[in-house]
């Protein structure tokens, strides 16, 4: 009888296993698709993305370009994914104001600022260090001719509107109104505008001597840069009534006041693989992927749900702040 036994719980123990193997090779088959803000390209590519897909057998799949062009993709049909993560809120904002909403909550999850990244290996990297260490004003660096400084299109791209607004605020902040004309030679002049996904390969590559960027591409590429004023760098919610003091009017008229830089997560109406979805959520609010975003220069704030979320995800955040 014992040998009975022991066969049947070997057979059994067997069977329970190859039952696991099918389960995640099914579940490693299905692909979580993620729309994200160009900026999280590093971050995404070579961390959260593969960590996520070890953490639960999902396949991951990504994809990033500015977060305002990624919102008009999704309207225009020509993406679906799983997820959208976006820097600042205003994407969010404008899926859910559609005609025909595309997106009906979005999650706050982490916090970041504006800095000025630069190549060590630019001719002007003498100046641009000087003014690292504040030994040179900032803007008269990047006000010279000879300097090429780079950002991305604010009607596309959240960096983009953040800089025109940084930009603002320090013709505030230094009592000089003609800083922001001539650091940005024109909010939409082309010459100076390249789009989120390569613009820091073409600082990296000696093509521009400065971008601006926020403080997590600098932190997770090595890059050199320039810490602004925290009444200026959008990165502090105790300067929020301040930055509301310069704003963005966007070609179709919408107005975008100045408020500190945050990252949102939602979970599209088109969204074909819901279940993907809410594990990838769930391990973007887990501590080892906070781990991972700190580690890449973002800073951890408290979750916070805009708007009308499924109960899947209001339970999920539950659990995340009782732990």
Same mark, same amino acid.
């Given at each position: 009888?014992? $040998? &009975? %036994?022991?066969?049947?719980?070997?057979?059994? @123990?067997?069977?329970?296993?190859?039952?696991?193997?099918? !389960?995640?090779?099914?579940?490693?088959?299905?692909?979580?698709?993620?729309?994200?803000?160009?900026? @999280?390209?590093?971050?995404?590519?070579?961390?959260? $993305?593969? +960590?996520?897909?070890?953490?639960?057998?999902?396949?991951?799949? $990504?994809?990033?370009?500015? /977060?305002?062009?990624?919102?008009?993709?999704?309207? *225009?049909?020509?993406?679906?994914?799983?997820?959208?993560?976006? +820097?600042?809120?205003?994407?969010?904002? #404008?899926?859910?104001?559609?005609?025909?909403?595309?997106?009906? %909550?979005?999650?706050?999850?982490?916090?970041?600022? &504006?800095? &000025?990244?630069?190549?060590?290996?630019?001719?002007?990297?003498?100046?641009?260090?000087?003014?690292? =260490?504040?030994?040179?004003? %900032?803007?008269?660096?990047?006000?010279?001719? *000879?300097?090429?400084?780079?950002?991305? *299109?604010?009607? @596309?791209?959240?960096?983009?509107?953040?800089?025109?607004?940084?930009?603002?605020?320090?013709?505030?902040?230094?009592?000089?109104?003609?800083? /922001?004309?001539?650091?940005?030679?024109?909010? =939409?002049?082309? *010459?100076?505008?390249?789009?989120?996904?390569?613009?820091?390969?073409? #600082?990296?590559?000696?093509?521009?001597?400065?971008?601006?960027?926020?403080?997590?591409?600098?932190?997770?590429?090595?890059?050199?840069?320039?810490?602004?004023?925290?009444?200026?760098? #959008?990165?502090?919610?105790?300067?929020?009534?301040?930055?509301?003091?310069?704003?963005?009017?966007?070609? !179709?008229?919408?107005?975008?006041? $100045?408020?500190?830089?945050?990252?949102?997560?939602?979970?599209?109406?088109?969204?074909?693989?819901?279940?993907?979805?809410? +594990?990838?959520?769930?391990?973007? @609010?887990?501590?080892?992927?906070?781990? &991972?975003?700190?580690?890449?220069?973002? =800073?951890?704030?408290?979750?916070?749900?805009?708007?009308?979320?499924?109960?899947?995800?209001?339970?999920?955040?539950?659990?995340?702040?009782?732990?």
């Amino acid at each position: 009888m014992k $040998g &009975i %036994w022991r066969i049947t719980a070997a057979l059994t @123990l067997l069977l329970l296993i190859i039952a696991a193997l099918i !389960s995640t090779q099914q579940k490693t088959g299905e692909e979580v698709k993620i729309l994200y803000a160009g900026s @999280l390209i590093s971050l995404m590519e070579t961390s959260i $993305g593969p +960590a996520f897909a070890r953490e639960t057998g999902f396949r991951y799949l $990504g994809e990033g370009h500015g /977060s305002i062009q990624n919102a008009y993709m999704l309207i *225009d049909g020509q993406r679906f994914p799983d997820v959208f993560i976006s +820097a600042g809120t205003e994407a969010m904002e #404008l899926l859910m104001k559609n005609e025909q909403p595309l997106v009906s %909550w979005y999650m706050t999850f982490a916090a970041d600022e &504006i800095v &000025i990244a630069y190549n060590k290996k630019s001719p002007a990297a003498g100046l641009l260090e000087k003014a690292a =260490r504040g030994e040179l004003p %900032w803007y008269e660096v990047l006000s010279k001719p *000879d300097i090429l400084f780079l950002r991305t *299109d604010p009607e @596309l791209d959240p960096k983009g509107y953040y800089t025109v607004i940084m930009a603002r605020l320090a013709d505030i902040f230094y009592g000089n109104s003609s800083i /922001s004309s001539s650091i940005l030679r024109g909010e =939409r002049n082309l *010459d100076f505008i390249r789009p989120e996904e390569v613009l820091i390969t073409l #600082l990296e590559s000696g093509e521009t001597d400065a971008v601006s960027a926020y403080l997590h591409e600098a932190v997770e590429r090595g890059l050199p840069f320039i810490q602004l004023p925290p009444e200026i760098s #959008l990165g502090y919610p105790e300067f929020a009534e301040f930055y509301k003091k310069a704003n963005y009017t966007t070609e !179709s008229g919408n107005v975008i006041v $100045g408020k500190p830089i945050v990252f949102a997560v939602t979970i599209p109406e088109t969204a074909n693989n819901v279940e993907g979805a809410l +594990a990838f959520i769930r391990f973007l @609010l887990s501590d080892e992927a906070g781990k &991972i975003m700190e580690k890449h220069g973002f =800073r951890r704030i408290r979750p916070q749900i805009h708007g009308e979320a499924p109960q899947e995800i209001i339970n999920l955040l539950k659990r995340v702040n009782h732990e």
